[in-house]
């Protein structure tokens, strides 16, 4: 089939990553694939350097940009609208909000245009636009305009039960659209060992001992991933474990103000920070440390969850979202949001437990080691393609 793929920004991040896999599996089992973007621009680092000798093409539209404004949003739809007139795919499949909605009001556009070809519309949900975390009117516009383009949507691929249960509560689609496809992983470069001689080296770059207890966290240092709560965390646990460190593993617009923080409250020797790493990097971060923690109060599914598993290392999470669809008791720890208390009590019983860590590392490897392989999403993803023409419920047909 002819498929054109349509995200905002190429930045590093999870639903970036998850389409370059849909993109490049498709294309390897032989679809004609398209991968449409607006320019990377922010300070997450990017990831067009992974589109390169791929078997798919990737066309860039300047005016797809992550930050409303209704000028430049015309101009992006009417870009986007005039190259799905020129390729007439088959499907048109969206990622993230900006994209997600201007897409499908483009594809949707093409109905009057050749009939017979009508493109059968797919939008993934990575995330929710709408969140307690911002003003009502804002949610309200958002769960609209989600509302006005789910009218022009088949079905809806979600990387967790929790984003499909959200949009339905919100009067989004209906259920019988929405099918749960896990955010695949490159799980060979998390599955492969790593030697100790470059774990050692990676904690030398940062001054950590080889005896620490490292705790990483891997998000953009920005609002609303919790860093603050990890640090205020920090502040008590390093009282009670002298040879513990804390990794923060990402940049961001906040990155200053931890850092400041991070000095002020003398505890610029126990929490380090990296910077934005290649995601070539994460593999090793991760199996160069004992815990991951993920604090983010909003979430689809953070795939580093699934990558700390995948590692042998267990995960200290939020319990927000899709978290508990992969952290359990068998797996790791599941955090009441915004509870510093109980972060602090649950990371100090991996802290002191080197068993208990390695056996909750093993149950969380064979729990997503399935769950989350390119291979198993993209079967979904491209089942539900193939139903286009007869089961498609907006065709009709």
Same mark, same amino acid.
């Given at each position: $089939? ?9 930045? *590093? ?14 294309? &390897? ?12 621009? +922010? ?43 020129? *390729? ?13 909605? *201007? ?50 949507? %088949? ?7 929790? $984003?499909?249960? @959200? ?20 799980? %060979? ?11 050692? &080296? ?20 920005? #609002? ?25 593993? +990402?940049? +961001?617009?906040?990155? =200053? ?12 020797? !126990?929490?380090?920070?990296? +910077?934005? *790493?290649?995601?070539? @990097? ?15 109060? !909003? ?9 700390? $598993? ?14 508990? =669809?992969?952290?359990? /008791? ?23 437990? /080197? ?10 490897? #064979? ?9 198993? $999403? ?20």
């Amino acid at each position: $089939m002819k498929v054109v793929h349509i995200i905002t920004r190429l930045i *590093l991040g999870g639903a970036q990553e998850n389409t370059l896999i849909t993109c490049k599996l498709l294309a &390897q089992r032989g679809h004609d694939v398209t991968l449409i973007t607006g320019p990377a621009l +922010g300070p997450e680092g990017e990831l067009f350097n992974q589109t390169k000798n791929q078997n798919y093409k990737v066309i860039t539209v300047d005016r797809l940009t992550r930050p409303i404004c209704p000028v430049s949003d015309i101009l992006g739809y009417l870009q986007i609208k005039k190259l799905l007139r020129r *390729l007439k795919p088959d499907i048109v499949h969206t990622h993230s909000t900006k994209a997600g909605i *201007l897409g499908r009001f483009a594809g949707h556009s093409l109905k009057g245009k050749w009939q017979k070809n009508l493109p059968g519309i797919v939008h993934t949900i990575h995330g929710l636009a709408f969140h307690p975390y911002q003003s009502k009117w804002l949610n309200r516009f958002y769960i609209a305009v989600e509302k006005s383009a789910a009218k022009r949507t %088949d079905f809806f691929v979600t990387v967790a039960d929790a $984003m499909t249960a @959200q949009a339905n509560a919100a009067g989004i689609g209906r259920p019988e659209q929405f099918v749960t496809a896990y955010s695949a992983i490159e799980e %060979d470069d998390f599955l492969e060992p790593i030697s100790h001689e470059s774990k050692i &080296q990676f904690r030398k770059k940062y001054e950590i001992g080889e005896d620490a207890i490292v705790l990483v966290t891997i998000a953009r240092l920005f #609002m609303l991933k919790g860093h603050k709560y990890i640090i205020e965390s920090a502040g008590e646990l390093s009282k009670r474990f002298e040879k513990c460190v804390w990794l923060f593993v +990402g940049d +961001g617009n906040l990155a =200053e103000h931890f850092k400041k923080q991070v000095h002020e409250l003398g505890l610029a020797e !126990r929490i380090k920070f990296t +910077g934005l *790493l290649p995601p070539s @990097q994460i593999p090793l971060a991760i199996q160069s440390s004992d815990i991951l923690v993920h604090c983010s109060l !909003r979430e689809g599914l953070a795939r580093t969850l699934p990558q700390a $598993m995948l590692c042998g290392k267990p995960a200290v999470s939020f319990d927000v979202d899709g978290a508990r =669809e992969v952290v359990n /008791e068998n797996t790791g720890r599941l955090v009441e949001p915004k509870n510093v208390e109980q972060l602090t009590k649950l990371c100090a019983e991996l802290i002191e437990d /080197e068993d208990l860590r390695k056996k909750l590392g093993e149950n969380g490897r #064979m729990s997503v080691k399935e769950k989350f392989a390119p291979d198993t $999403m993209v079967d979904t993803i491209e089942e539900i393609y193939t139903l286009k023409g007869n089961k498609f419920p907006r065709l009709g047909l």
